[in-house]
């Protein structure tokens, strides 16, 4: 059974730093490209940011370039999503998805407010 958790969502101030993980089991992580995706309130998925299988190649949405960074440990099974300069346009539900099937986990809240 394919599952992905995600965790380290929380409350920052803009300009602030979030970690966020998704620890992943029942498929071979190693094989697979990943995603990170967001859903603010009352919009649509948006994507934020994808890793190849390998962790050597990654993408960034622009509204993240240059603040996050993507990356994954493969021994772990763990894929990360270092957020950095927050600011409240970020605030969302930030979900893994496995790109082969699209499947995701529950998702992490995170809210940027002073």
């Known amino acids: 059974q394919v599952q992905l958790v995600e965790s380290g969502g929380g409350l920052v101030q803009p300009g602030g730093s979030l970690r966020l993980s998704c620890t992943v089991s029942?498929?071979?992580?190693?094989?697979?490209?990943m995603n990170w995706v967001r859903q603010a309130p009352g919009k649509g998925l948006e994507w934020v940011s994808s890793?190849?299988?390998?962790?050597?190649?990654?993408e960034y949405a622009d509204s993240v370039k240059g603040r996050f960074i993507i990356s994954r440990d493969n021994a772990k099974l763990t894929l990360y999503l270092q957020m950095n300069s927050l600011k409240p346009e970020d605030t969302a539900v930030y979900y893994c998805v496995r790109v082969r099937s699209g499947e995701r986990g529950q998702g992490t809240q995170v809210t940027v407010s002073s």
């Open positions: 029942g498929f071979i992580f190693k094989g697979d490209d």
């Open positions: 890793i190849r299988y390998d962790g050597e190649t990654t």
